[in-house]
């Protein structure tokens, strides 16, 4: 492995890691490709008109989503609020300067309980009031039909780890579509596989938000907002550059579009099948590695995109501890991961007791290096 490159965070004093756990902020979410990167610079020698390269660089989305629109946005999340903003406050000026306050606007959002993330926050921060159904294992249709009013703004649909008892989309969209209500979803983790840049837009969805600082290796900043015109149009005036908006905290500079746009052509012509066997290569590599400590269960969980869930687009290493175990727990074995220099993140998110490594980030040959720290850390040696 080179160290290439580590000297500005070897002068602030900031630990490298080597990152395990996906595609996750807290960790510095990807690493850009080389010609994302470069694009990025040569954007940042000109000025040009934001409202032409915004309009173009939709263009680009709209062309690979199939959606009559596209949009830039400062991250899945942001694209959230500008969702939410749109099916509230439409283009109307007097109501785009109002948010948060909704006075005059149907201002309610219908989501899944089993679909409550910690990013419906954004949903509420643009002045939704969220309209829950069904619970954590079951929706029953009669519970949207029900939950929809004169009030309700959109019905949300979030793809998140989980999908637990929600309804189908296609269904969700069948019900909202014939009391005229959009639908909104956010698939912030779910490319890839690239199938789903199409998939949501074609099942009828009004609105999908994607990051494009997750697995579109765009910068981590950035986000992809595709669907029908006038919903874009209506979120783009809740937006930046528009000075006067809830969105303008969320701005998206020219460097970001530069390189969220060359990073999503990169995506679309990537050949995934040879990635994941890449990935899958990774996993297996770690569950050889380990599978002689006694006390330990090591397993290879192959990806599962049609779950259509993020925890099942990419190959896992999954380790757990029998009741034989004998060595450090798990919340020890993972402070002494991040303890040690580089730190390493793996993924402690998923079931009870679980330990998940996923390949998504690491880079090639590093697996090799994470399998030896695992080792060093289970066996204490
Ligand atoms: C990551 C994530 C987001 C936030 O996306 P950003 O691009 O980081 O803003 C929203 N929703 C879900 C389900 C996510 O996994």
New binding site residues.
């Given amino acids: 492995m080179t160290s290439q490159g580590v000297e500005f965070y070897e002068r602030l004093g900031v630990k490298r890691l080597i990152n395990a756990a996906s595609w996750i902020?807290v960790y510095g979410g990807s690493i850009m490709p080389p010609a994302v990167v470069t694009a990025m610079e040569d954007a940042s020698r000109w000025f040009v008109d934001m409202h032409e390269l915004n309009a173009k660089a939709g263009q680009v989305i709209a062309n690979l989503t199939g959606a009559e629109a596209g949009l830039v946005t400062a991250?899945?999340?942001?694209g959230m609020v500008l969702e939410a903003a749109a099916c509230m406050a439409g283009s109307d000026p007097a109501k785009v300067w109002r948010l948060p306050d909704t006075t005059g606007m149907k201002n309610e959002i219908i989501l899944h309980r089993a679909h409550r993330?910690n990013?419906d926050h954004n949903f509420r921060a643009a002045g939704a009031t969220l309209v829950e159904i069904g619970n954590s294992g079951s929706t029953a249709e009669w519970e949207l039909e029900d939950a929809i009013n004169e009030n309700t703004a959109a019905v949300a649909y979030?793809?998140?780890p989980r999908r637990g008892g929600a309804l189908p989309l296609d269904k969700v969209v069948e019900i909202a579509h014939k009391r005229e209500v959009p639908v909104i979803v956010?698939a912030?983790?779910m490319l890839p596989p690239p199938e789903n840049l199409t998939q949501f837009i074609a099942m009828g969805a009004d609105m999908v938000s994607f990051?494009?600082?997750?697995g579109v290796l765009g910068p981590q900043s950035t986000?992809i907002l595709a669907g029908r015109a006038d919903l874009i149009e209506a979120a783009y005036a809740n937006g930046a550059p528009n000075s006067d908006s809830i969105g303008r905290a969320a701005k998206v500079c020219k460097e970001e579009i530069a390189g969220l746009v060359t990073a999503l052509e990169i995506f679309v012509d990537t050949d995934f099948e040879a990635v994941m066997s890449g990935w899958r290569d990774q996993c297996a590599h770690v569950v050889e590695s380990l599978g002689d400590i006694p006390g330990l269960r090591l397993a290879l969980s192959e990806a599962r995109p049609e779950m259509l869930e993020?925890m099942s687009n990419a190959p896992r290493a999954l380790i757990y501890f029998e009741h034989d175990w004998k060595g450090p727990s798990r919340d020890q074995v993972l402070q002494m991961l991040e303890d040690g220099d580089p730190g390493v993140r793996v993924n402690a998110s998923g079931f009870e007791g679980e330990i998940a490594i996923i390949p998504v980030n690491l880079r090639r040959g590093e697996e090799i290096e994470l399998a030896r720290r695992l080792r060093e850390v289970l066996t204490g040696g």
Avoid: H, M
């Fill in positions: 902020t991250g899945s999340a942001a993330v990013y979030i793809f998140g956010d912030a983790a990051s494009g600082g997750k986000g993020s």
